[in-house]
Structures are given as C-alpha cells and as structure tokens.
C-alpha cells in the first residue's frame, strides 16, 4: 500500500472511531437496553390497541413505505421537518408529490437542510412562543389550502430544569403545549381537507413516567430531564387518544408514534439551543452528522448486540417510516387514537414494564386523556371543544379572562 492510501486508511479508521465514540457516547454505548434479556414479561390483551397484520417493521425505512403511492394534492404540515426522523420523512412524503410546509424556529437552518428537496415550503414557527404559532396559522387559514397531515415532530429531550417565560417546564411547553396550540389553531384547515391525519411523536421513553398531574411543571417535585421528557411523551399520547376522539366526526384521525431509538438524529442537539454555547450545540450536530455519514447507527448495533428487536438502533431513514405509516397508510382506515410503533399499532405492557416496545396503561386512559385536556386548556387558554363544532379559528382567553 502506497503512504497517501495508508494515510488516507488511517485518517477515515481515526474518523470512523471517532465518529462511533461520538456517537456512542452521545446516545449512552453503556445503555443497560443493549444488555437486557429477551422480554417475556406480561402483554395485557387491549381491543384498542390491536396489532394489525403489517408488511413493514422495525427495519422498513420511510421510502420504502411511499413506494407506489401517489400523494399529489395532499398538503401536509410538519414541525421539525428540517432534521433528523422528520427530514426523512419530508423527503419521502414529498417524493411521493406531497406539499409540505416545514416549520422551523430557526429559517435558514431549515432552508440550508431541506434545499435539495421540491415541494417544500418552510415557514416560521419557535414552539414555545405562542404568538409565533398563531401567525403561522393564521396566515396558512387565509390561504384557504385545506391540512391534509399535520405532523408534530419537533422535540427537545433530557435538558435540565428550564421555565419558558410562562414559568412552564421546558419540555412540557415545547412538545406538548406547543403542538397542542399548532393543532388547534390549524383545526379549520384539518376539517377543510375532508379526511385528515395529526401525527404526534411519542416515545417508548414514555415508560419511564406518566403525566405528574399534581405537578406537571416540577414545582415541587425533584426534577429529572428524562422524567420530564418522558411526561411530556405520555401527555403525547394522552391528547392523541382525544383529539381523535373529539375530531372523528369531523373525519380527522390522530395517532401517536414511537419513531424507535436513533441515535444519529438532531434531539440531542435541539435541547441545547439557546441554553448552551453555540459550540456545543455545533458539536451535538456533528456528531449526529458523522453518525449518519459513517453509518455509525448500524455498528453500534453489531458492538452492541440488543436481544430484544426494540432495542436495534435505527436509522433516520428508518426511524421516519412509522411516521410515514401513520400519515398515509391504508391499513389504518377506521383505526384512531392509538401508539403506534415499528409500522403496526403498538401491544399494551403494565406501567413500570421493562419491556423496550409497547404503550403503558398509563398513557392511553381515557380519564386521564380527559384530565390533561382540561390542563391544556387551561394552560394555553384555547378552548378545543368549542372550536371543534365551528369552523373559525380559535378563540384565545386572554390571561385577564381566566
Ligand atoms: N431520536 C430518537 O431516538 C427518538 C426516540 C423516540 C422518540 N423520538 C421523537 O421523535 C421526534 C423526532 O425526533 P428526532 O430524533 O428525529 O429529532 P430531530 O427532529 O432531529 O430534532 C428535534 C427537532 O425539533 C426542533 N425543535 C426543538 N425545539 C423547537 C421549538 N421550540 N420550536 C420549533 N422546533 C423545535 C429542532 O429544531 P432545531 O433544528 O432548531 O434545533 C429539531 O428540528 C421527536 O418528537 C422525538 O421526541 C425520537
């Protein structure tokens, strides 16, 4: 071997480490799932929450789903479209010739990742900033264009205590209330396009914790960034099981998704923004990038070895298809309000199962669904029901009002 290919071997070997030590440490190469046994705990029998017969699985990736599929004349919204699971689903959404409108809170970030792709059009949404969430709305509803997909993506996850300036948890405000606000506020042109989907991004992390009904904002509580992320994760799934209820009739469905861990997407990084040194967030970023490039997803795999199937790493490409799935498949005709996870509508496991797949009980209770509800409300001041039944925008109380 010549000096500049050994050298040129060597520089892409030190990379790669690199890139797999990044990675791994990142997404925790000590994760205690690699080394778990195979789950042969309880799978409690729900009519809800059926399996289906699904040709896809753990390891279909978004484009694969879209195969054959012509989804020209669908509009389809969707926030953290620029990076990660939801990029790939852009992508593969728009392939198939869907419209979609990114929301970014950061524009050019989002113009510089999706610029490749057509049929994308990015507007300005910061998920903790109400009024950045109404202008948005209100400018798509005076186009008229009816919402055929909304898909709530974006995320942050595991950061440590931080209030947004309504004194809500971080976490909580983002990934919930957020996209609580962005669904009702976009409610006109859901019901406008005559058969619609909301997709929301849960977790499998919603394992670790319910919803602290009694302090959803840690107050008192000793906080956990990964409680408060997994709260966040089953509120998720809660305002999934009623938003579908509420809107059936109105011909929209909700599902909540577990995209499956993937180590190589921007989360990671999305928490740090604004609270760390852009340095670090930088870092956060590439990191994910070098994964992605080096394939780093699919060594930590063979370095790992997971028992259960859960527990495989994916792919962004991969970990976009039951977002894919949920937004467009056949399969799912008369099915709402469920989690859905690999491609199929997710088993039931008891709360404080270590199972790595299924929903817990404690995410998918009707009364509890009703509860957080009522808090959302109350914490956004939008009144949901009533604006169900009308088909104008909705009406904001006022803080003065409450
Ligand atoms: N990756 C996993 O292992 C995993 C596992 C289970 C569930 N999930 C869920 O899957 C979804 C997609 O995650 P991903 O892993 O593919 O991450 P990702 O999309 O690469 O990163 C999160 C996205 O959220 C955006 N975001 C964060 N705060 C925001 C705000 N205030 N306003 C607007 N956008 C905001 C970020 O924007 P910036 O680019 O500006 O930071 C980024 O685009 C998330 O809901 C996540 O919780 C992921």
Known sequence: MTFPKLAATLCLSLVFLYGIFAAGFQYGLHDPSAGAPLYDGPIISDARQKPLRSRFNHETTAAELVEGLDLRGKVIVVTGGHSGTGLEA??????????????????????????????????????????????????????????????????????????????YERQFATNVLGHFALTARLLP????????????????????????????????????GMRAYAQSKAALVLLTVKLDALLREHKIRAYA???????????????????????????????????????????????????????????????????????????????????????????????????PFGVRPWAFDEAAAERLWRFCEEMTGIRFAALAQSSEAPKVIQSSEK
């Not at 300005?124 to 009816?146: C, H, N, T």
């Not at 919402?147 to 709530?152: C, D, G």
């Not at 619609?196 to 009694?214: K, M, Q, T």
């Open 90 to 167: 852009v992508k593969a959404l728009t392939s198939a010739g869907a419209t979609v409108i990114a929301l970014a809170r950061d524009v050019k970030r989002a113009e510089e990742n999706l610029r490749r792709i057509a049929h994308v059009e990015i507007e300005a949404v910061d998920l903790l900033q109400p009024e950045s969430i109404d202008a948005f709305a209100k400018k798509f509803l005076a186009q008229g264009r009816p919402l055929h997909i909304l898909i709530n993506s974006a995320a942050i996850m595991g950061i440590p205590l931080e209030r947004d300036r309504r004194g």
């Open 189 to 224: 042109a859901l019901k406008r396009a005559n058969g619609a989907r909301i997709v929301n991004l849960s977790s499998r992390g919603h394992r670790v914790s319910g919803v602290l009904f009694d302090d959803i904002h840690f107050k008192h509580t000793e906080y956990s």
């Open 257 to 355: 998704v577990h995209p499956g861990p993937v180590p190589s997407s921007d989360l990671f990084a999305a928490g740090r923004v604004g609270s760390d040194s852009r340095a670090k967030v930088w870092l956060a970023r590439l990191h994910a990038r070098l994964a992605r490039v080096l394939h780093v997803t699919e060594a930590l795999n063979i370095v790992r070895r997971p028992k259960n199937v859960g527990d495989l790493y994916k792919t962004v490409q991969q970990g976009a298809a039951t977002t894919v799935w949920a937004a467009t498949s056949e399969d799912l005709e008369g099915f709402g309000g469920v989690y859905l996870e690999d491609c199929n509508i997710a088993v039931v496991v008891p709360n404080g199962s270590t199972a």
